[in-house]
């Protein structure tokens, strides 16, 4: 079966310091791979998504990048992390094209100070 | 601009009674519609789904109705159960590419009361 491996689980970190999260799927290959953040109180919003190695698309422009190095291991980076980056991050995978949902992996706490 | 609209931040409902959950959309090439439920700091579960080309779709207590031309979407739990109690996300999709891309609401809380 397939599994979805984030982390960390939390994380605080000051303002300016560089940010990497990482994310690995097991148990398929060729994975769609994504990144949603949820600020409080607010819903999921997608980030980046990869559809095959070295392939990102950016859903919102900010102060975070994604790369995808391998086929089932994706990377949410930072050079430097703002208060406002701080928030619940989600990493999720799916198969393609098919009507399949996402599954999500149990996310990383980031804390901005 | 919010394509995907949960307008209920929180419901409660006595246990064995029904919970109905709403979702509202806009965009109207949104094809696949699901539901998630997510506890406190965890990743969210995916529950149930529906293809815009049914209006029904049901899976033991859990049953999703879609209402295309009201651009309306509702989750059913019957009976409801303690441990039910979650956050529970509406998502909508469109194929963009080769990648689903969702847009979720912003969650309606469920407390069911024992």
């Known amino acids: 079966s397939q599994t979805i491996h984030q982390w960390p689980a939390t994380l605080v970190q000051p303002v300016g310091s560089p940010l990497s999260l990482e994310c690995t799927v097991e148990?398929?290959?060729?994975?769609?791979l994504y990144w949603y953040r949820q600020a409080a109180g607010r819903g999921l919003q997608l980030l980046f998504y990869s559809v095959g190695i070295g392939q990102i698309s950016s859903e919102v422009p900010q102060n975070l990048s994604a790369s995808r190095p391998q086929d089932r291991q994706f990377i949410l980076s930072s050079k430097k992390l703002l208060l406002s980056d701080s928030g619940f991050y989600l990493c999720a995978w799916s198969v393609g094209y098919s009507n399949s949902p996402l599954h999500f992996g149990n996310g990383t706490r980031l804390t901005v100070t | 601009d919010q394509q995907v609209k949960q307008n209920s931040p929180s419901l409660s409902v006595q246990e064995g009674r029904i919970s109905i959950l709403n979702c509202d959309y806009t965009n109207s090439m949104f094809d696949y519609f699901l539901w998630y439920k997510k506890y406190p700091a965890e990743g969210p579960t995916f529950l149930i789904s529906i293809s815009s080309i049914k209006d029904k779709n049901e899976d033991g207590r859990f049953t999703v109705f879609l209402n295309k031309s009201a651009k309306h979407l509702s989750l059913h739990i019957v009976p409801s159960q303690p441990g039910d109690s979650a956050v529970y996300f509406c998502a909508a999709s469109v194929l963009s590419g080769s990648a689903r891309q969702l847009t979720f609401g912003s969650g309606t809380q469920l407390t069911v009361l024992p």
């Open positions: 148990g398929t290959s060729n994975p769609n």
